[in-house]
C-alpha cells in the first residue's frame, strides 16, 4: 500500500496557501476605480505615443482643415463643444469597459484553473470507463491510480459551478439579467434568444445532473472494483462492466452539454458544433497524461513493481495519439470556420489571434507539433524522462488551450500571466496532489482479483 509522505503532504497544503495568498492579492489589485482605470489608460496613451501621437494629430487637424471651410467662432465654438462632450462620452465608456475587464480577470483566472484540474479528473474517469467497458487486458494494474485521480472529481466539479455562480457576469455575461431585459441599454436580443437555456436556474440544474451522474459512476465503479478483490466470483467485475457501457453513453451526451453550459456561454454569440468533442479530446489527453506521470512517479518510489515499460508504451502512445486527435478537431473548427468567413463565426478566431497570438500558435505547438516530435518514436516511449518532459508540455498546453477559450470574451486584451494565474494554478494543483495522494493511501495499490490482472501483470508490447 502507498504511504502518503509528510514531505508531499506539507507540499501540497503549502501550494493551496500560497496559491490562496496569491489569488487574494490579485483580487485585491484588480479592483480599481474607474478614476484609476483613465489614469492608467492616459499612461498607456503616452508610453505608446513616442511623439508620433502629435503628429498624427496634426495630420488629423489638417485633413479637416481641407476638408471643411473655416467656420466662425460661434460655429467653432460650439463644434469644439460638441466634439469635446463625444470625446469625453467615449473615452468613459472605454475606461468603464477597461475597468470591467480588469475586474474579471481575477475571477477568470480562477475559473481557468479550476476547470482544468477538474477536466483532468473527468478525461481520467472516461478512460476509466474505456478500460471496463472494453475489457482491455493492459491495464488493470494501473486501476488503483485511474481511481485516485477521479477523487478530485466531486470536489473539482462543485468548485467550477461555485466559481461560475459567484464569479456571474464576471465570467457569463448572460448571467446579466439587464442583457435580457428590453428596457435596459445592455439588452442583448440574442442572449434574449437564449435565454430559455442559458439562465442560472438551468445551468445549476444541468450542473447536479452532470455532477451526480459522474459521482454516481465513479463511487459503484470503485466500491464494485474494491469488492472484487474480497470476492470468491466475478460478479462485481460484471456489475462494474455494465455501469461503465452505460455511463459512457452518459458521459457522452453530458459532457457536450458541460462543455457547452461551461465553457462556450462565456460567449454566447459565438457556437461551434464541434466544441463539444474538442473539449473532450483535451480532457482525455491531459487526463491520460496525468495518469501516466502519476504512475512513473510511484514507480520511481518503489510502488506499482508490477507495472512495465510496456504500460508506460501504452500511456504514451494514448498521449500521442489523442494529441493527433485533438489537433484534427481543432483544424477542422478553425478551418471551417475560417473558409465559410461567416462573420459571427469567424469573429472567435480573429479575436485570439490578433489579441492572443502568443498563446494561441504556442498551444498549437505545445499540443501537436511538441508531441509528434517527441512521442512518434516507439522507443522514446519507454523512457520515463521522454515521457515526463512530453506529459509537462501537454498538460501546460491544454492549460493554454483553456486560457483561450475564457479569456478572450471575459478580459479581452488586458491578459497577461501574471499573480492571479499562476497562483489560481497552485492553489488547484495542491489540491489535486493532496486529494489523489490521500486516495491513493487508502486502498492497496494492485487490483488483485479482477480477471484480467495476470494479463495485465505479464503485459508486453
Do not use: C
Not at 470476492?231 to 452505460?246: E, G, H, P, V, W
Not at 478553425?334 to 494561441?360: C, G, S
Not at 488483485?448 to 495476470?454: D, E, G, L, S, V
Amino acid at each position: 500500500m502507498y504511504t502518503f509522505s509528510n514531505r508531499l503532504k506539507i507540499g501540497s497544503i503549502a501550494l493551496m496557501v500560497i496559491g490562496a495568498l496569491m489569488v487574494a492579492y490579485g483580487f485585491i489589485d484588480s479592483d480599481k476605480s474607474l478614476e484609476e482605470v483613465k489614469v492608467m489608460l492616459a499612461e498607456e496613451d503616452s508610453a505608446h505615443g513616442d511623439g508620433h501621437g502629435e503628429a498624427a494629430h496634426a495630420e488629423v487637424g489638417e485633413t479637416h482643415g481641407n476638408e471643411h471651410a473655416e467656420p466662425t467662432h460661434e460655429e467653432g465654438h460650439d463644434a469644439a463643444v460638441g466634439h469635446g462632450d463625444t470625446d469625453v462620452s467615449h473615452g468613459d465608456e472605454h475606461a468603464e469597459h477597461v475597468m470591467h475587464q480588469i475586474h474579471n480577470r481575477p475571477y477568470a483566472a480562477l475559473y481557468v484553473a479550476a476547470f482544468f484540474f477538474m477536466m483532468i479528473a473527468l478525461g481520467v474517469l472516461a478512460f476509466y470507463g474505456v478500460q471496463w467497458a472494453s475489457q482491455a487486458g493492459w491495464s488493470p494494474v494501473l486501476f488503483r491510480v485511474m481511481e485516485a485521480i477521479t477523487y478530485y472529481l466531486l470536489p473539482g466539479a462543485i468548485i467550477v459551478v461555485g466559481i461560475a455562480l459567484i464569479g456571474g457576469e464576471h465570467i457569463f455575461v448572460w448571467m446579466n439579467p439587464d442583457m435580457t431585459d428590453p428596457t435596459k441599454p445592455e439588452y442583448d436580443a440574442l442572449v434574449d434568444g437564449k435565454s430559455g437555456w442559458l439562465n442560472k436556474t438551468g445551468f445549476l440544474i444541468r450542473a447536479i445532473i452532470f455532477i451526480a451522474g459522474w459521482s454516481l459512476y465513479r463511487y459503484f465503479a470503485r466500491k464494485f472494483s474494491l469488492a472484487q478483490d474480497q470476492a470468491n466470483d466475478n460478479k462485481n467485475f460484471k456489475k462494474t462492466f455494465r455501469i461503465s457501457a452505460a455511463f459512457l453513453v452518459f458521459y457522452i451526451y453530458t459532457e457536450s452539454m458541460m462543455s457547452w453550459d461551461w465553457i462556450m456561454s462565456v460567449d454566447p454569440h459565438w457556437f461551434s458544433t464541434l466544441f463539444g468533442w474538442y473539449v473532450f479530446a483535451s480532457m482525455f489527453v491531459s487526463g491520460i497524461t496525468v495518469i501516466a506521470l502519476i504512475t512513473i512517479y510511484l514507480k520511481s518510489k518503489g510502488y506499482l513493481e508490477f507495472v512495465n515499460d510496456s504500460h508506460i508504451h501504452d500511456l504514451a502512445k494514448f498521449m500521442f495519439a489523442i494529441s493527433i486527435f485533438w489537433t484534427y478537431l481543432w483544424f477542422s473548427q478553425f478551418m471551417l470556420i475560417w473558409y465559410a468567413n461567416i462573420p459571427e463565426e469567424v469573429t472567435y478566431f480573429v479575436t485570439r489571434i490578433e489579441d492572443y497570438k502568443l498563446p494561441f500558435f504556442g498551444m498549437l505547438a505545445m499540443n501537436f507539433i511538441f508531441p509528434v516530435l517527441v512521442l512518434m518514436n516507439s522507443d522514446y516511449k519507454r523512457i520515463p524522462w521522454f515521457v515526463i518532459m512530453g506529459g509537462l508540455v501537454i498538460l501546460i498546453g491544454h492549460y493554454v488551450d483553456v486560457f483561450n477559450m475564457i479569456m478572450p470574451a471575459t478580459v479581452g486584451d488586458r491578459w497577461y500571466i501574471g499573480i492571479p494565474e499562476i497562483g489560481s494554478v497552485l492553489l488547484f494543483l495542491g489540491l489535486f496532489i493532496f486529494l489523489v495522494f490521500t486516495a491513493l493511501s487508502k486502498q492497496p495499490l494492485l487490483a488483485k482479483r479482477n480477471p484480467f490482472i495476470k494479463e495485465s501483470e505479464q503485459f508486453h508490447y
